[in-house]
């Protein structure tokens, strides 16, 4: 944990960072690949859908991380308004995060759909955003 700290990378262990420090970790890593949605702190602490499937589009806008992954229906978020539909949007995105992390991201879709586990939601951004960043992988 202490080696995955000092390499910038969130520890996987019983060390889980505060709520504070994710969302600085998000702040440091998501927002210097988007500008839009603007990661503020208040968003942060309770993401809603909105705001991370936007901040999702952006890091794929920036350089193809889930053109394969979703449809045209679901790359626009006023066609997913139900539970289920936030739920499925986000278990695919959770399986492909823990795909490009190399390990299985601990939060569960359905929490997330209802505001809960903020922290979990802010790791499973963090990850997302090290992938976006990471040029050695090919999205194509």
Not at 88 to 102: E, P, Q, S, T
Request: proline content about 4%.
């Amino acid at each position: 944990a202490e080696r995955a700290r000092r390499r910038g990378r969130r520890a996987r262990g019983p060390t889980m960072a505060s709520l504070e420090e994710l969302v600085a970790r998000t702040q440091e890593v998501v927002g210097a690949l988007v500008r839009k949605p603007k990661m503020s702190g208040k968003l942060l602490a309770r993401p809603p859908f909105r705001f991370l499937h936007d901040t999702v589009m952006a890091l794929d806008a920036r350089g193809g991380l889930v053109q394969e992954l979703f449809g045209e229906d679901e790359r626009d978020s006023s066609t997913i308004t139900d539970k289920d539909a936030k739920v499925a949007f986000l278990n695919k995105l959770i399986a492909f995060a823990g795909i490009c992390a190399g390990a299985p991201i601990s939060v569960r879709a359905s929490k997330v759909v209802a505001g809960a586990e903020p922290e979990n939601t802010n790791l499973l951004l963090i990850a997302l955003g090290e992938a976006a960043a990471d040029e050695s992988i090919d999205y194509g």
